[in-house]
Antibody
């Protein structure tokens, strides 16, 4: 049915970068979109961007443009999200999530367990 | 960006109650509307996609409806495991935005 397993918690200084991994199993990563969503402590869900299934093109939230990169490695079935120039308000749980289908990629049926990223001096 | 506004922000209900949560889009999104359930410390879970399609494995006590830019999530008979926060999300156009959430608490 599929599973997404994310890398472990990170603590970073302001201005640093973080790279979170998301390993897919049980399905072919290139057939489904992969979205990243974050959730600040006690807050709601924020869409960060996604990688489209066929050509790997990316689409990022305007608020993160220039600081975020999303990539995938089909050989290792792993997706990555890198966020640069970290600020304290980037402290959040970061989730990767699979799109439901190629025809309906904007609903997310499989989620990673979440990666806590803490930005603090 | 399309704004998604949920109401209420929170509600208290009893086991067995019928509960309805509303989500309004700031512009037309056709039926590109999805609902998620999130419990503390857990990832969200997809309940409903395309406004009214029940995700596989989700109990039939959950249902979704649509009228113009207004969408509803209804729980026909609230169960103890349904106490959680619920989010709507539009997937009509990027950025795929979420509502602010509705917390369903035990009365």
């Amino acid at each position: 049915q599929g599973q997404l397993v994310q890398s472990g918690a990170e603590v970073k200084m302001p201005g640093a970068s973080v790279k979170v991994s998301c390993k897919a199993s049980g399905y072919t990563i290139s057939y489904y979109g992969l979205t990243w969503v974050r959730q600040a402590p006690g807050q709601g869900l924020e869409w960060m961007g996604w990688i489209s299934p066929y050509n790997g093109k990316t689409n990022y939230a305007q608020s993160l443009q220039g600081r975020v990169s999303m990539t995938r490695d089909t050989s290792t079935t792993t997706a990555y999200m890198e966020l640069r120039s970290l600020r304290s308000d980037d402290t959040a749980v970061y989730y990767c999530a699979r799109g439901l289908s190629s025809a309906y990629p904007g609903a997310f049926d499989i989620w990673g367990q979440g990666t806590v990223v803490t930005v603090s001096s | 960006d399309i704004q998604m506004t949920q109401s209420p922000s929170s509600l208290s209900a009893s086991v067995g109650d019928r509960v309805t949560i509303t989500c309004r889009a700031s512009q037309s999104i056709s039926t590109y509307l999805n609902w998620y359930q999130q419990k503390p410390g857990k990832a969200p879970k997809l309940l409903i996609y395309a406004a009214s399609s029940l995700q596989s494995g989700v109990p039939s006590t959950f249902s979704g409806g649509a009228s113009g830019t207004d969408f509803t999530l209804t729980i026909s008979s609230l169960q103890p495991e349904d106490f959680a926060t619920y989010y709507c999300q539009q997937s009509y156009t990027t950025p795929w935005t979420f509502g602010q959430g509705t917390k369903v608490e035990i009365k």
